[in-house]
């Protein structure tokens, strides 16, 4: 699995870096926990390298569970440079999960095989950044080019 296990020992340092990193406080035993599992795995799997997909066992950290003020299981939180950015409160999906983070981070990169799935992503999102990497000096289209 893609996701990182954390604890006392390490939760800190994890958090503290640049990377924005999803946390799930969850328990064992909850239902809800274990059916968050799969889609929380291919979340790890789809933001790799993008954001951190990290979970905290809360019955076997719970000095972990205390000193973040976590009332109840699953509780998904946000963070970047150590600072909570905010706490999920949607469906506990896969889909649910994704567009939380796309829409406050965004999607992870993209490669638009032809012009018009660049212009299909370009009319659909607000702000976006596109580059060009060319393996051969000629473009096929007139507006890619300068």
């Given amino acids: ?10 939760l800190a340092a994890v958090l503290g870096k640049g990377h924005p990193t999803l946390v799930e ?20 799997e789809r933001y790799a390298g993008t954001v951190v997909v ?14 973040y003020k976590i009332a109840g299981w699953p509780t998904l939180k946000l963070y970047r ?3 909570e950015i905010s706490t999920y409160q949607g469906a506990h999906t896969y889909e649910g999960l994704s567009k ?6 965004g999607p992870p990169l993209q490669v638009f095989e032809s012009y018009e799935q660049l212009q299909q992503w370009s009319d ?16 096929e289209h007139d507006a890619l080019k300068l």
């Fill in 1 to 10: 699995s893609k996701v990182l296990m954390l604890g006392a020992d390490n």
């Fill in 124 to 139: 659909a999102v607000d702000v976006g950044i596109a580059g060009f990497l060319l393996a051969e000096a000629s473009l």
């Fill in 54 to 67: 990290a979970a905290v066992d809360c019955v076997a950290h719970p000095d972990v569970a205390e000193a």
């Fill in 25 to 44: 406080f969850m328990v064992p035993w909850c239902g809800h926990c274990k059916r968050l599992k799969p889609d929380y795995e291919r979340l790890a």
């Fill in 100 to 105: 939380y983070i796309n829409k406050l981070i």
């Fill in 81 to 83: 440079y150590g600072r």
